[in-house]
C-alpha cells in the first residue's frame, strides 16, 4: 500500500500543481505511476461540475463561468500539457528533418507559431464552453468531465505503448520504470468504464466524444511516428490537449444538434 501512495504521490507531484508530501522518484515509487494519472482528470473534471453548477446557482454571467472553466485544467495542472502542445507546434511548424525537429521540442523559447497555437486553442476552449455552459446542457458538461480522465488514459497509452523518439527522455524514462502489461490494462479497464458512464449521461453525446477522443488518439500516433519517429513528452502533452478541446467542440456540436 505504502508504494501504490509514493506512486500516486509522484503522478500528482509531476503532472499537477496539487500540493503532494514528498516521494523519491526511484523506480518502485514510479512503477504505477500511470495508473494513478488519470486521477488529475477526476480532479479536473470535479472542479469543472462545481464551477458549472455554482455559476448556475448563484447567477454569474455565462461570460466569467465560461473563462473560469476555460482555467481550471490549467490552474489544476500548471500548464504542463500546454508546454507540450506550443513545442510540438513550433516543431511541426518548422518543416525541418526530424532531428532538428526534436531539438525544437526541447528549446524552451517560444516561437510564432506557438503563440498562434496558444490563441487558437484557448479561443477553441472559450467558444465551445460558451456554447456548452447552460443548463440545458450540462450533461455534455458533464461529458467533458469525464473527458479529461479519458484523455489522460489515452495520453498514459500512448507512453506505455508507442515507440519513444528519445532514449533518453522523460517519456522513455517513465516508462523504463513502468510495469508496462499491468499499466496499460488498467488504463484500458478505465477507459471502458468511463466509456460507459459517458454514454450512459447521455448515449448520442458520449458516444460522439469518445469516438472522437480515439480519433484523435489515432491522428496523435500518426504525427508522433511520421514527424518525430515516436512519442516524447511535449508530444504526448500535444495529444492531451488536442484530445480534450476536441471533444469540447464535438460535444458543443452535438449537443446543439441532437438536443435532448
Known amino acids: 500500500?505504502?508504494?501504490?501512495?509514493?506512486?500516486?504521490?509522484?503522478?500528482?507531484?509531476?503532472?499537477?500543481?496539487?500540493?503532494?508530501?514528498?516521494?523519491?522518484?526511484?523506480?518502485?515509487?514510479?512503477?504505477?505511476?500511470?495508473?494513478?494519472?488519470?486521477?488529475?482528470?477526476?480532479v479536473i473534471g470535479a472542479l469543472t461540475m462545481l464551477a458549472a453548477y455554482a455559476g448556475l446557482y448563484f447567477g454569474f454571467q455565462p461570460?466569467?463561468?465560461?473563462?473560469?472553466?476555460?482555467?481550471?485544467?490549467?490552474?489544476?495542472?500548471?500548464?504542463?500539457?500546454?508546454?507540450?502542445?506550443?513545442?510540438?507546434?513550433?516543431a511541426l511548424s518548422s518543416w525541418q528533418e526530424r532531428a532538428r525537429r526534436l531539438e525544437i521540442l526541447k528549446d524552451s523559447h517560444a516561437g510564432a507559431f506557438a503563440v498562434i497555437t496558444a490563441a487558437v486553442y484557448f479561443i477553441t476552449w472559450y467558444g465551445a464552453y460558451s456554447q456548452l455552459y447552460t443548463s440545458e446542457n450540462i450533461k455534455a458538461i458533464g461529458i467533458m468531465s469525464l473527458g479529461f480522465m479519458v484523455s489522460r488514459c489515452l495520453s498514459g497509452i500512448g507512453v506505455i505503448v508507442f515507440p519513444k523518439a528519445k532514449a533518453d527522455g522523460t517519456v522513455a524514462e517513465?516508462?523504463?520504470?513502468?510495469?508496462?502489461?499491468?499499466?496499460?490494462?488498467?488504463?484500458?479497464?478505465?477507459?471502458?468504464?468511463?466509456?460507459?458512464?459517458?454514454?450512459?449521461?447521455?448515449?448520442?453525446?458520449?458516444?460522439?466524444?469518445i469516438v472522437g477522443a480515439l480519433v484523435i488518439f489515432v491522428y496523435y500516433h500518426h504525427i508522433a511516428m511520421k514527424y518525430f519517429g515516436g512519442t516524447t513528452g511535449d508530444i504526448s502533452g500535444f495529444f492531451l490537449c488536442i484530445c480534450e478541446v476536441g471533444m469540447a467542440v464535438i460535444l458543443a456540436v452535438v449537443s446543439n444538434v441532437f438536443v435532448m
Not at 500500500?1 to 518502485?28: C, G, H, Q, Y
Open 174 to 209: 517513465f516508462s523504463r520504470n513502468s510495469s508496462d502489461v499491468i499499466s496499460r490494462n488498467i488504463l484500458i479497464l478505465y477507459l471502458v468504464f468511463l466509456a460507459a458512464a459517458m454514454i450512459w449521461i447521455q448515449p448520442v453525446w458520449g458516444i460522439a466524444a
Open 1 to 42: 500500500m505504502k508504494s501504490l501512495w509514493n506512486n500516486f504521490k509522484v503522478a500528482f507531484a509531476m503532472f499537477s500543481k496539487i500540493p503532494m508530501p514528498r516521494a523519491d522518484w526511484t523506480k518502485e515509487n514510479m512503477k504505477y505511476m500511470f495508473c494513478f494519472f488519470p486521477f488529475i482528470g477526476t
Open 63 to 90: 461570460g466569467f463561468v465560461t473563462a473560469v472553466l476555460v482555467l481550471v485544467p490549467v490552474f489544476v495542472t500548471g500548464g504542463i500539457h500546454v508546454d507540450g502542445l506550443l513545442d510540438t507546434s513550433d
